[in-house]
């Protein structure tokens, strides 16, 4: 599969917003499950968000209200919208995709909010 190819990411002050998006080469993009985990030091690495093949979205609850997800098909991209950023968002934020069983990753990019 080709790389997942990320963008989007930087500094910004707290309560600003970031819009992170993820090309993913290759086919049946349209079947993938895409979506965002993100990782801040010291901690595990966690969902965001994610939008499934048949278009559901699910979100983790600490940023339901902020975050929105979305992906355009025809351009094999998904897109992270992120508005009322918080200081504790601040992570090396992945973007996924999943085929059946397989799970693939991009090379992450840098979110930091300040505060």
């Known amino acids: 599969q080709a790389q997942l190819v990320e963008s989007g990411g930087g500094l910004v002050q707290a309560g600003g917003s970031l819009r992170l998006s993820c090309v993913a080469p290759?086919?049946?993009?349209?079947?993938?499950?895409m979506g965002w985990y993100r990782q801040a030091p010291g901690k595990q690495r966690e969902l965001v968000a994610n939008?499934?093949?048949?278009?559901?979205?699910n979100y983790a609850e600490s940023v339901k209200g902020r975050f929105t997800i979305s992906r355009d098909n025809a351009n094999k991209t998904v897109t992270l919208e992120m508005n009322s950023l918080k200081p504790e968002d601040t992570a090396v934020y992945y973007c996924?995709?999943?085929?059946?069983?397989?799970?693939?990753w991009g090379q992450g990019t840098q979110v930091t909010v300040s505060s």
């Open positions: 290759g086919l049946h993009f349209s079947l993938n499950d």
């Open positions: 996924y995709r999943k085929y059946g069983s397989a799970v693939q």
């Open positions: 939008i499934l093949s048949t278009r559901r979205r």
